[in-house]
């Protein structure tokens, strides 16, 4: 059996384990409260976990051409800044037609230049997004200037909260983008070139492939998704606050990780990465039932971050055991 085939085998695994733990877990704490299993907090989990799910269909991408990005939570902090000074009748009170399409512009163009930084100003990508990281945080304290945002407008509030047919506009958006994402990577050239950058840049400028776009191109992707996630999740809330988006991209990176795409690039796929968004988002609504109280915050972070140290120690044992094999 080649390397190739092994990874294969231990990415179905990882998948296999996932879904595996996501039933179990959702058994156990039905046993304790029947209630678990109700619609409407079904419904609530998967509103949780569409901004998660939408921005990782971006960062699935950054992390499969070998770079990573830990920005998005302060991107969307600031976007959502943006977007509430741009729309709120308190503000300048734009028409979301005019404000909303700014948005989606912001966030790709700020995708474009982290990529452009990472690319051309040859900076490694986690300094890049570490910089933006705190960068933005203080961007959007200066927009916002301590004060909340509210009166957005009604009907995209309601869309936002109600949505279609019974289901939140994330919910449906997260659908659309899935989808769109998952033809991308396995259905055109263009998935084929972002694993091939992320399995061996060098090999891959010498088939032809031009790394440099493929990696900005991945990196404006997940600024427009994360720009996305923004304009359908935040109107649900009854103000925009400065601390919005605060651990989200920890939430977007463990979840990737989880998911079985290799932190150094090449491999994974987007299933298992929706697996692990499930995941992630059940542990603080699972700890509620289960009434763990005020704690409920603190055993979430530490669970996630358990989460990310294993995945990537199992994913680096991996692959030291394809490489093992396939040596002759």
């Known amino acids: 059996?080649?390397?190739?085939?092994?990874?294969?085998?231990?990415?179905?695994?990882?998948?296999?384990?996932?879904?595996?733990?996501?039933?179990?877990?959702?058994?156990?704490?039905?046993?304790?409260?029947?209630?678990?299993?109700?619609?409407?907090?079904?419904?609530?989990?998967?509103?949780?976990?569409?901004?998660?799910?939408?921005?990782?269909?971006?960062?699935?991408?950054?992390?499969?051409?070998?770079?990573?990005?830990?920005?998005?939570?302060?991107?969307?902090?600031?976007?959502?800044?943006?977007?509430?000074?741009?729309?709120?009748?308190?503000?300048?009170?734009?028409?979301?037609?005019?404000?909303?399409?700014?948005?989606?512009?912001?966030?790709?163009?700020?995708?474009?230049?982290?990529?452009?930084?990472?690319?051309?100003?040859?900076?490694?990508?986690?300094?890049?997004?570490?910089?933006?990281?705190?960068?933005?945080?203080?961007?959007?304290?200066?927009?916002?200037?301590?004060?909340?945002?509210?009166?957005?407008?009604?009907?995209?509030?309601?869309?936002?909260?109600?949505?279609?047919?019974?289901?939140p506009l994330s919910i449906w958006v997260a659908g659309v983008v899935i989808i769109v994402t998952g033809f991308l990577l396995n259905h055109t050239p263009l998935g084929w070139r972002i694993r091939a950058t992320g399995s061996s840049a060098y090999a891959s400028t010498m088939t032809g492939i031009n790394s440099d776009a493929v990696r900005i191109f991945a990196f404006a992707w997940t600024g427009l998704l994360t720009a996305v996630a923004t304009v359908v999740d935040v109107p649900r809330l009854p103000r925009i606050e400065s601390g919005i988006g605060v651990g989200f991209e920890l939430l977007v990176v463990t979840c990737v990780v989880v998911g079985g795409v290799s932190i150094s690039g090449g491999r994974g796929n987007l299933r298992g990465v929706l697996l692990a968004v499930v995941l992630m988002t059940l542990i603080r609504p699972l700890l509620t039932f289960l009434n763990i109280g005020e704690e409920a915050e603190k055993w979430t972070r530490a669970i996630q971050g358990s989460f990310i140290l294993t995945a990537v120690i199992l994913d680096q044992a991996a692959h030291r055991m394809a490489v093992r094999r396939e040596a002759p």
Not at 25 to 31: E, G, L, Y
Not at 63 to 91: K, Q, R
Not at 118 to 139: H, Q
């Open 1 to 167: 059996m080649n390397a190739q085939a092994i990874l294969r085998s231990l990415l179905h695994r990882r998948e296999s384990g996932l879904l595996g733990l996501i039933l179990l877990s959702v058994m156990a704490v039905a046993m304790v409260d029947p209630g678990f299993l109700s619609w409407t907090n079904w419904k609530d989990i998967l509103v949780r976990c569409a901004p998660a799910a939408i921005v990782c269909c971006g960062v699935v991408m950054v992390v499969l051409t070998g770079e990573i990005d830990i920005s998005t939570g302060s991107l969307m902090a600031f976007l959502s800044a943006i977007m509430g000074s741009m729309i709120s009748s308190d503000l300048l009170g734009w028409s979301p037609w005019i404000g909303i399409p700014l948005v989606l512009l912001s966030g790709t163009l700020m995708g474009m230049l982290t990529g452009l930084l990472v690319t051309f100003g040859a900076v490694p990508s986690i300094i890049v997004t570490l910089g933006w990281l705190t960068c933005l945080r203080g961007f959007t304290t200066l927009v916002m200037k301590g004060e909340n945002i509210g009166n957005l407008p009604s009907w995209l509030s309601d869309a936002a909260k109600y949505g279609f047919i019974g289901l």
